[in-house]
Structure formats: C-alpha cells, structure tokens
C-alpha cells in the first residue's frame, strides 16, 4: 500500500464545504490569472497545481507556479512537476506568444518555495484514491499530457473523479496554433485522445468562447489602479500576453483563455453550449490536433463533451476581477 500523501492537513468545517479541484497548466500569463482567479475563490480547494511542458518548458511552467503561488501569498498549496514533453512526439512550445519565460511582462520572485517530491500524474492518483468519488474536478489549462498519463497508470481513476474543465480545441473559430488546430491539443493529440475517449464528464471551453473574452483597457486599468501586487503584476503580465493576438487579429484586446475554465466552474449560468461529440485528428500532419464538433448531430459518434461556445463576457472579466482582488497580497 503506497505511503498516504499527507500533503494538506485535516480540511477545517469551511473547507469540507468547497469545491475541490486539482489545477493542470503550463503558466503562461492566461494561465496565471487563472490561477489567481481559482486562489482568490472563496468557493474553492485547490488541492495541488499540477504542471505539465507547453507554453515553455516544464522547468519553466513549473518555476512559474512556484511564483505565481508565492506572489499571491498561496505558499501552502502544493506544486508538482509532470511530464516534460508529449506522451509520442515532440514538444512544441509558444515563446512567440509567452515570451522566453512564459511570465514576460514582469520579472517575479521565487523565494523559497519549491515543487514536492511527487511527479505530478502520481499526485492525482492518490489524491483521487484517497478522496471521496466524485469529488474532485480537473482542470485543465494546457497540453493533457498529464492527465493522459495518470488515465494510462490507473485507468480505474476515470471513475472517481467528478469532471474534467479544460481549455482546449475548437471548432466555428478554427485553430490558433495551425489553421486547424488549438494549442493544447495540437501540442499532445494521443493525450487529447485518451482524455476525450475516457468516458469522464468533460466540459471543453474552446477558442470559440475564450475568443469572445477579450481583455479591454477598463479590465486592465482596474488592476492596474489597485493596491495589491498580484493584480498589478497580472496587469503587467497581460499587458504582454496580449500584444500577440492584438497584432494577429486586429481586435481591441486579446483572448483571455484559461480563466475560462475557472469562472465557468464558479458560474456556469454565464455560459452556453451543447453536449455533443468531439474528436481530435492525431493522424494527419495537416490537421494534426483539431478538435472535429459534430455540433450538428450528423453523426451517431458518442456525444462525449459538454462544448461550451457561448459567454456573458461582462459577467466573466467581473467575476476575474472580483477574485483577484480578493487575493490577501
Ligand atoms: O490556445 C490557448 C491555450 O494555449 C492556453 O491555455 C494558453 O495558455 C496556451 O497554453
Ligand atoms: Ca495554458
């Protein structure tokens, strides 16, 4: 019997009554807000920040969780390092977007904290075996190397856990990373697979919503004008984060993806989808990595995910807003 991971204490009265969930990314500036959106909850218990290689590499993704905990005063909540590269191919990463750090736009601290000794698909295991069934939500904000090799080690894990959120893939707003294919997906296509073949309750949100959540000067300038460090950091992060898609798409601000995957979970009145089937090609080079919506049910394939592409984007930058500057520092 594997030694118990006795990494939180008892959870208090308060905290039985939240919602327990296990952060996967690869930071990236979308990815810490989402973060900071996810710590400045109080409907929340994040149980680990679990990090896997895509926006940069995993010594970096993981350094960046490291800072992003610390920066907001989170220093209790376990980091862990994944895998370092897709589960077949080789690893492509986004420094054109991200920056050489993944956090460009700001330099932060690291000072004392550092990643537990667990690997990281190793630490959702066990926390979903010694968790109640059904309790704890994945989510999901990079490539789902990670998750795929926790599903590959203990297939068994599929059942316990409640659902997976992630941000990834879409349809009607065609790719970001190749005309065809999202990021995430595009960077781990066999995971993607395994993921959306498991037979877990998955919620995907896509570029087709998280491209209809475009940061404005308003958004910034509130984090920009208050007294905490973690929102005039994150202002600075996404005054960098943005210029990218700004330059490419010639709108008045850029997308802010993963804290999509945080707000849909604390409100999903505020967005729209349908359950319907998604694919994603692994085979061809030209495609490799597109999620295929049978959105108008012309198929019979299993409708394997809750595909979300709509948003109230006003209540979400309100509800991005509300938790950051919730945060303690
Ligand atoms: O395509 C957007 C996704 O890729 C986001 O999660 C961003 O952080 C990058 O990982
Ligand atoms: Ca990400």
Redesign the pocket.
Same mark, same amino acid.
Do not use: K, R, S, Y
């Given at each position: 019997m594997k030694k118990k991971l006795d990494l939180r204490k008892e959870p208090s009265s308060s905290e039985v009554l939240l919602k327990k969930i296990i952060i996967d990314?690869?930071?990236?500036? !979308?990815?810490a807000l989402a973060l900071m959106t996810a710590f400045g909850s109080e409907k929340l218990q994040v149980l680990g920040v679990t990090c896997v290689a895509?926006?940069v590499s995993l010594d970096l993704t993981s350094e960046n969780a490291l800072k992003i905990c610390e920066l907001t005063g989170k220093e209790e909540i376990p980091v862990f390092r994944g895998c370092e590269k897709p589960l077949t191919r080789k690893l492509v990463t986004?420094e054109h #977007?991200?920056g050489k750090t993944g956090l460009d736009g700001t330099e932060l601290d690291l000072k004392n904290k550092k990643v537990e000794k667990y690997e990281a698909s190793d630490f959702i295991i066990e926390t979903l075996l010694e968790n109640d069934r059904k309790k704890i939500t994945l989510c999901a *904000?990079?490539?789902l190397t990670n998750i795929a090799t926790a599903l590959l080690k203990k297939p068994e894990i599929g059942d316990l856990l409640e659902e997976i959120v992630l941000?990834?893939g879409?349809f009607f707003e065609g790719g970001?990373?190749t005309p065809a294919a999202?990021?995430?997906i595009y #960077?781990d296509p066999e995971a993607a697979k395994i993921v959306l073949s498991s037979g877990i309750k998955i919620t995907m949100l896509p *570029?087709d919503v998280?491209h209809k959540t475009l940061v404005d000067r308003q958004f910034l300038s509130k984090l920009r004008s208050s007294d905490k460090n973690s929102a005039t950091q994150a202002a600075k992060l996404l005054d960098f984060f943005e210029r990218y898609d700004v330059k490419k798409y010639g709108s008045k601000g850029g997308?802010l993806? !993963?804290p999509n995957v945080i707000v849909y979970l604390l409100n999903p009145e505020i967005y729209k989808g349908k359950i319907v089937n998604v694919e994603v090609e692994t085979e061809s080079d030209l495609t490799r990595g597109m999620t295929v919506v049978d959105w108008w049910e012309v198929t019979d394939r299993p409708k394997n995910v809750n595909y979300i592409n709509e948003v109230n984007s006003d209540a979400f930058f309100n509800h991005v807003l509300k938790n950051v500057l919730n945060l303690t520092k």
């Open positions: 990314t690869d930071p990236g500036q !979308d990815d895509g926006n986004a #977007v991200h *904000l990079g490539p941000m990834g879409g970001n990373i999202e990021f995430n #960077v *570029l998280t997308p993806h !993963d």
